[in-house]
């Protein structure tokens, strides 16, 4: 089972289960316990316990009210059995005589649907009526139970469930359609139904449904199926896609003739559950095929989203630095302008170099960059005009002090003149720039 789990994406402990739940059930399909374990979402508990509450004759608290699928009547490859001996000599005539009973049967068959659809609207039949269907089909099993034991294991659900469930699962749904009028019913369910090989081999390769044409789910089956003879046991399985009436049995039967009709019936058309299978098996390996695609897709899409997201981040980021180093070029082109005008203007309003004499004093000024200053000014100018007088230098720092030589000491630019602030003549003055 190895590549087959694979191929359905099994983990091994889903893988386990499995096994498990076929050693504890006993049901030799693992399809089926396969299914019946996905229906329960892998919940081996829950999947066990359904088992065995229908094996032990209760109710199941896990079957859910579904819509039926719809049920198809092959009247051509539907096998018919009953006890009534056949009539006359074989060969053609006996062909010819099936024939002609077919036809007949099927046209018999329409007629009494098209008759029973009209009385439908002429009389009253309470069974028209379904009000309470899991209640039929429980009151049923339990009123059989009493009178006729053992018996297969019916399923403990409606029609509706069991056709799904038959379907979800890919099994054989054996529909056992009760009359107590039937003169035949009795024999039928104290020896045939009660026989240990039937029981083992319906609850082996089948689910088993049963209720009585005298309520309103089992009349309503009945109507449905076709059947004219009670007992009447019909095998529905999936065929072409389709849930198809595929056998029914009309009338008492021996467990032997039964036994030989179900294992007919099924070897006939385990091949069309098979394919059934298999295709399920495909359309699962192509689903998760596809979710892988979809998920890689979606991860290689996630990844290229995010690449796309880290370019765009990128190309903003170096576009905003760009744009900050603009701006910055642009701001200190705007304030070498500002600054040359302020120069300009400062060396405009500065009054004119005096002439060499008598309160006259000489002044050598050093830039940072080693340019020397020579300046003469009057002994009444300020530190303010001596200030004024470097910064309106082209290479003067823009924000500067100025000291002394020798002792070192600042000269505070302000309203002090220049024998205030201690200057003579031919003093050296330097210049710093306090940003440097």
Avoid at 2 to 23: C, P, R, V
Avoid at 96 to 111: A, E, G, K, P, Q
Avoid at 153 to 172: C, I, M, P, S, W
Avoid at 261 to 266: C, G, N, Q, S, T
């Amino acid at each position: 089972m190895d590549l087959e789990d694979n191929a359905l994406g099994l983990t091994q402990e889903q893988t386990d289960k499995i096994l498990q739940f076929q050693d504890l059930t006993g049901i030799e399909d693992m399809s089926i316990c396969r299914d019946v374990l996905q229906r329960h979402q892998w919940d081996l508990e829950v999947a066990i316990q359904e088992q065995l509450n229908i094996r032990e004759g209760r109710p199941s608290v896990f079957a859910t009210e579904a819509r039926a699928p719809p049920v198809v009547h092959d009247h051509i490859a539907q096998q018919i059995f009953t006890d009534e001996p056949p009539e006359g000599p074989g060969g053609m005539r006996g062909l010819l005589r099936y024939v002609v009973n077919l036809v007949v049967s099927m046209c018999y068959n329409t007629i009494s649907s098209v008759l029973n659809l009209l009385l439908s609207f002429v009389r009253n039949d309470d069974r028209r009526l379904v009000t309470d269907p899991l209640g039929d089909v429980m009151g049923f099993i339990s009123s059989y139970t009493s009178r006729y034991n053992p018996h297969p294991v019916f399923y403990q659900g409606t029609y509706a469930q069991a056709l799904n469930d038959a379907k979800n699962e890919l099994r054989f749904l054996i529909v056992y359609l009760h009359s107590d009028s039937a003169t035949e019913t009795q024999n039928f369910c104290r020896s045939t139904l009660a026989d240990p090989e039937v029981i083992q081999y319906i609850n082996t390769h089948a689910l088993f449904w049963g209720c009585s044409v005298d309520t309103a789910e089992g009349w309503r089956v009945a109507q449905s199926v076709g059947g004219r003879r009670y007992p009447l046991l019909c095998v529905v399985c999936v065929r072409e896609h389709r849930m198809t009436v595929v056998a029914r049995n009309e009338g008492s039967c021996s467990s032997a003739q039964l036994l030989q009709r179900l294992r007919h019936v099924v070897n006939d058309n385990e091949p069309h559950l098979a394919a059934a299978r298999a295709d399920r098996v495909e359309r699962e390996v192509t689903a998760q095929l596809r979710a892988a695609q979809d998920e890689a897709y979606a991860e290689s899409l996630a990844a290229d989203q995010e690449k796309e997201r880290r370019r765009a981040a990128d190309r903003a980021a170096r576009v905003e630095r760009e744009n900050e180093d603009l701006r910055r070029r642009l701001w200190e082109e705007r304030r070498r302008e500002e600054m040359i005008e302020a120069r300009a203007a400062m060396a405009a309003r500065l009054p004119a170099e005096p002439a060499a004499g008598a309160g006259t004093v000489v002044l050598l000024i050093r830039l940072p960059g080693g340019e020397r200053l020579t300046r003469r000014f009057t002994l009444a100018h300020t530190t303010q005009d001596l200030y004024d007088f470097v910064f309106s230098h082209p290479q003067s720092p823009e924000e500067f002090e100025i000291t002394t030589n020798f002792p070192k000491r600042v000269l505070e630019c302000g309203d002090a003149n220049l024998v205030d602030a201690g200057l003579k003549d031919r003093d050296v003055l330097f210049v710093n720039d306090v940003n440097a």
